[in-house]
């Protein structure tokens, strides 16, 4: 079974601060990917990447970075939290050979006060 | 800019009774769809995928692809309560990242 696990289920923080969000898979996955999910928005692509240390930005990168060191982790960085960047965070992971069967994290509501 | 369109619903359809999810998508030379279950709370999870047209069958759940209309559909015979969900229609095409609809919710009511 494919696990993708996220640093945290909840998380807290305040205008300003920056935020990591880590996000790790057991399954040698080569692509990784960072959404999040807005009530009535859907799921929208903010940055995924295909290998280590290489990333490609997604429908709405603004506000965001990411950081791919190694395969099985791929970290999204909020450099200066804003309130507008309260959401559901959700990575997901997919094979070379099954590239378009990704396979989703538990997520991470964030919330920016 | 890809579009991938889902009736928001909610569809409420009685416990037994055959559901039918819908999606279409603009963009011609897509390749893969894609059907997502994600139970309230929870991320989604792939449940069905279709490349041709035609049917797709997997136990309760058949994947339905026309290309030439840009329509794709899941039926869920036999409804059962612990269906009640958000379906995610997504769509891939030269690229491998998908498009995903904003989602569908089913209610299967006893």
């Known amino acids: 079974d494919v696990k993708v696990t996220q640093s945290s289920r909840y998380l807290v923080k305040r205008t300003g601060e920056k935020v990591f969000l880590e996000c790790v898979q057991d399954?040698?996955?080569?692509?990784m990917f960072w959404y999040r999910q807005d009530p009535g928005l859907g799921l929208r692509l903010i940055y995924f990447s295909y290998d280590v240390k290489m990333k490609e930005k997604g429908d709405i990168p603004e506000g965001y970075s990411v950081s791919r060191e190694k395969k099985e982790r791929f970290s999204l960085i909020l450099e200066s939290a804003s309130t507008n960047q309260t959401s559901m965070y959700l990575c997901?992971?997919?094979?070379?050979?099954?590239?378009?069967?990704?396979?989703f994290g538990p997520g991470t509501r964030l919330t920016v006060t | 800019q890809k579009e991938v369109e889902q009736n928001s619903g909610p569809l409420s359809v009685p416990e037994g009774a055959i559901a039918s999810l819908n999606c279409t998508y603009s963009d011609r030379g897509s390749q893969s769809f894609f059907w997502y279950r994600q139970y309230s709370g929870k991320s989604p999870e792939l449940i069905m995928f279709?490349?041709?047209?035609g049917d797709k069958e997997d136990g309760r759940f058949t994947a339905q692809l026309n290309k030439a209309s840009q329509y794709v559909s899941l039926l869920i015979r036999d409804s059962q309560p612990s269906d009640s969900a958000t379906y995610l229609c997504?769509?891939?095409?030269?690229?491998?990242?998908?498009?995903f609809g904003r989602g569908t919710s089913l209610i299967v009511h006893p």
């Open positions: 279709i490349y041709s047209n």
């Open positions: 399954m040698d996955h080569e692509n």
């Open positions: 997504a769509v891939t095409g030269g690229s491998y990242i998908p498009t």
């Open positions: 997901a992971s997919s094979s070379q050979g099954a590239i378009y069967e990704q396979y």
